[in-house]
């Protein structure tokens, strides 16, 4: 072995690759004892449950621009959550998340996520082991016209706080579970806010109208890095995130209080210029 090095262990069981926390040994060790947790595989929906799920929504000339994330809880002591479908490579289908129809997935692939082929989908690639918790995320432009129903697709068994972040501030939504909560600010932007306890099936849309006054032209800008110790401050400006994931995104729910704890990152989002 040489001296520095990280060491771990990794099976395969039932298709699904398990493996140990990396070590590293102490000098002189001979040998290391690698404990490789392997669980049984459940594809039960109603296994995982998302406990908040917020909508970021900018609304410009003819479309409007979703960031979606969810925080996905799996419920089980014993079992590992996976849908059960494989890529052609191997890698398990552990996640699939939907995106409206006519919609435009903009979410690259990234590692752990890919676009699905017929483009319909986010394709999310890390089975939850028991009692396990993720953020997960997609993003996607629709094209609405004011005042006609726009249905987002859950994806999930939704059991928590539901939110949809509006910009500008001149539009306005309506939809019977979606009171309005005020403005807010995050990362330097205001939001008018929308939601509450909800609790929908995976089939189940969230369904609501817009109108009011885009923004003129499609979004553009740089991504402001929010800090997560003060979500209202926007620490730097930065690129365009090369992947929407769910660690990049948790201070969205974090600033909203719809999580406790664990989930230390930073926030990319989008600016838009008013033209």
Do not use: C
Not at 35 to 59: G, L
Not at 63 to 91: C, H, K, P
Not at 259 to 266: I, L, P, Q, R, T
């Amino acid at each position: 072995r040489e001296d520095g090095l990280a060491y771990f262990a990794s099976v395969t069981y039932g298709g699904y690759p398990f493996a140990s926390a990396p070590r590293i040994p102490q000098e002189g060790t001979a040998a290391l004892t690698l404990d490789i947790p392997v669980y049984e595989v459940t594809n039960v929906p109603t296994t995982v449950v998302a406990s908040a799920w917020v909508n970021q929504i900018t609304a410009y000339e003819g479309g409007i621009e979703v960031a979606s994330v969810w925080q996905v809880q799996n419920q089980s002591d014993t079992l590992m959550y996976s849908s059960g479908e494989f890529l052609s490579d191997g890698r398990p289908v552990a996640f699939r998340l939907p995106i409206p129809d006519g919609a435009t997935l903009l979410t690259p692939d990234s590692p752990t996520a890919l676009v699905a082929d017929d483009g319909r989908s986010l394709i999310d690639t890390q089975p939850l082991p028991p009692r396990g918790q993720k953020l997960m995320s997609v993003r996607y432009t629709l094209p609405y016209t004011p005042g006609a129903p726009i249905a987002l697709p859950t994806g999930l068994t939704i059991g928590g706080t539901v939110r949809v972040l509006l910009t500008p501030l001149e539009m306005r939504l309506a939809g019977d579970l979606l009171p309005a909560l005020g403005e807010e600010a995050v990362g330097g932007e205001f939001y008018k806010t929308y939601g509450g306890q909800l609790a929908l099936a995976a089939d189940q849309p969230l369904t609501f109208t817009l109108d009011g006054q885009p923004l003129v032209g499609a979004p553009q800008g740089e991504a402001a890095v929010v800090n997560p110790a003060n979500p209202a401050v926007a620490t730097e400006t930065a690129q365009p995130p090369a992947a929407v994931t769910g660690d990049v995104l948790a201070p969205v729910l974090a600033a909203f209080g719809l999580v406790v704890g664990g989930f230390a990152a930073f926030l990319m989002l989008r600016r838009p210029q008013r033209h």
